[in-house]
């Protein structure tokens, strides 16, 4: 039986104490500052808020490319001679990443390539949702878990509130960026992933603490999440008053794991300092 390796990109936040047990194999994606090209994960995320803090400019980010991305499998290969790869990539409609995957993949045999269509936590729901599959059911056909995985795509549910409109802004990634104009400042933003692309959703009014709590209370009211797992995503910044009220709702509707993930140099460029988010699979 030959072994099945799974790989994803840094964009995942995909914690390295889950990655190092299930040997799931992370891409680095790129953010740019000063005109220098940094890994994500070489650099501590406090070094981009401390950039914009002097320059009061926002990095940029950028895709893995896809000679990077032919390394990469390489390395897999050398490492887990004979193994098939399943990569469940970034999504295609926020980054090039997926499609220089593609490119990079052609020259390769046993290579599948799935679109998460999500970002973050959204993207570390399905790849931990394949992960287990895979532990549960090790004889499994390649093609019947790759059929698998891409049908609880659509059931990931990923949603967040910035902590600096100024990032969200300044990063361009959301799709109806007029709504987030005007008198916005004083308002936040809930953001979405909505076939693929971030999208404005909500607004919420008040103080980070009110703000987490309510839209914590409607993604479980507007969502039937899977009760075996839930992941907060967090920025740094975040009261740790909000995390600890937040685990609280999350014991008090029942679920059994919970785990918080820090958002890498990638997400936290876009997000900003402060931010909260909840990711999940329904059922």
Known sequence: MRRII?????????????????????????????????????????????????????????????????????KIKADFPDCIIVHIGYTSRASSSFQNATIAADGFEDIFLIDALNVSGGLTAIVMYAVTLLENNPAVAPARLIEKIESIIPKSRLAFVPGSLEFLRAGGRVSNAAYLGGSLL?????????????????????????????????????????????????????????????????????????????????????????AFGIAGLEK
């Open 186 to 274: 004083k308002i936040k933003p809930l953001i979405e992933l909505v076939e693929g692309k971030l999208v404005s959703t909500k607004k919420y009014r008040g103080k980070m603490s009110g703000v987490t709590e309510n839209m914590m209370r409607d993604y479980l009211n507007q969502y039937k999440i899977d009760k075996e797992q839930l992941y907060f995503l967090y920025s740094i910044g975040l009261d740790e008053r909000i995390k600890q009220r937040i685990d609280e709702i999350a014991e008090e509707a029942g679920f059994k794991n919970v785990k918080w993930i820090q958002a890498g140099a990638v997400i936290s460029t876009h997000g900003g300092p402060g």
């Open 6 to 74: 799974f790989s994803t990109e840094s964009g995942a936040d995909l914690p390295s104490d889950l990655a190092y047990k299930h040997d799931v194999q992370v891409v680095p994606m790129h953010v740019i500052m000063d005109g220098k090209d940094y890994l994500d994960g070489s650099i501590p995320v406090a070094d981009i808020y401390d950039f914009y803090e002097r320059t009061k400019k926002i990095p940029s980010t950028t895709s893995t490319n896809s000679n990077e991305y032919h390394d990469f499998f390489t």
